[in-house]
């Protein structure tokens, strides 16, 4: 009986290993609608273009890319009533991306758009890892025009799919309704998504599998100083260093010292939810 399940297991693993090591696919789901496509389907596509990106946020330099437009594969149809694209990638990383700054691509906003790699020309790998940013990335061009932050340009991209806003999906990410409509908890509630959820859940919410839960079982603010989580959010490793240190900081243009209190005040408020 045991050895069966071996041998059945076994047959699983490698009847899907092939797949997986030589298909490259991103899945997009938006409403009932499924599509799969393959890193040759994208590359044939006539709206294929060659992308300069001068200042690329996972590279940390000017990179070039065969892409295509996002909004043109999603669809203007099927975007419409999407609230917030979830884009998924394949080593736990999850980015809550407003469908707003996808649309504004058509009106002078940033434009994103699928970089996919090429298996005859492979990009180089990413700083201090052994792999590139492949098979497929979401890059923006003209990223300041919407204030596109670094954590909006997911790499190992599998999938996009339209969801509804983080807040409706996890209730316990919502702040006290009696807050004032200026209140920093409510700034701090935004900049959490879009700038820490795609790693880090909280009590539960998020789909991010890269950093602890910030929520439980104990809150951050619980263990670790406002002054502590500043210096962490500025530069992880000037306050802990070791091997698989997955956390980069955030220099105070990409998230100004106001805001990073906001942030620490939505933390310490949902400390007491
Ligand atoms: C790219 C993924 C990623 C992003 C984005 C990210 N973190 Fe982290 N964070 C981690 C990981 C992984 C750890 C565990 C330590 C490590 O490997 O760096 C961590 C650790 C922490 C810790 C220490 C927790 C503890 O218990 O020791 C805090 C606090 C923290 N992050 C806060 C934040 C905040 C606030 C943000 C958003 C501004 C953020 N992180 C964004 C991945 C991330």
């Known amino acids: 009986m045991l050895i069966g399940r071996i041998v059945l297991l076994a047959a699983v693993i490698l009847g899907a290993a092939p797949a997986s090591a030589t ?36 590279y940390k330099r000017a990179m070039t890319y065969r892409a295509v437009p996002m909004l043109a594969v999603i669809g203007a149809a099927a975007l419409k009533d999407a609230d917030t694209i979830e884009a998924r990638a394949s080593d736990g990383f999850v980015s809550q991306i407003p469908a707003e700054l996808v649309k504004k691509a058509a009106e002078g906003g940033s434009v994103p758009w699928i970089a996919i790699e090429d298996p005859d020309a492979p990009w180089p790998n990413l700083d201090g890892q052994q792999h590139s940013g492949g098979p ?26 339209a969801v509804e806003h983080p807040v409706h999906r ?7 309704a009696a807050l004032p409509e200026t209140a920093p908890e409510r700034r701090g509630q935004a900049s959490f998504i879009t700038n820490c959820m795609p790693c880090h859940r909280l009590k539960g919410a998020g789909q991010g599998e890269i ?5 439980q079982p104990m809150n951050v603010t619980a263990y670790v100083t406002p002054a502590g989580i500043r210096a962490i959010v500025r530069d ?29 005040a939505f933390l310490a408020h949902m400390a007491k939810r």
Do not use: C, H
């Not at 298909?23 to 992308?51: C, H, M, N, Q, V």
């Not at 996890?170 to 006290?176: E, H, N, R």
């Not at 992880?236 to 620490?264: S, Y």
């Open 23 to 58: 298909e490259r696919i991103l899945t997009l789901k938006f409403g009932d609608d499924s599509r799969r496509f393959t890193a040759a389907e994208l590359l044939a596509r006539p709206d294929a273009a060659t992308l300069a990106i001068p200042n690329d946020v996972s």
């Open 136 to 161: 497929f990335y979401l890059v923006w061009e003209n990223p300041e025009r919407s204030g596109i932050g670094s954590e909006q340009w997911p790499f190992a991209l599998v999938g996009l799919t």
């Open 170 to 176: 996890w209730p316990q990410l919502a702040v006290d």
């Open 211 to 215: 950093g602890p839960d910030l929520g």
């Open 236 to 264: 992880p490793k000037a306050v802990r260093t070791w091997p698989k240190q997955q956390m980069t900081g955030f220099t105070a243009e990409q998230i100004p010292d106001a805001e990073l209190d906001a942030l620490i």
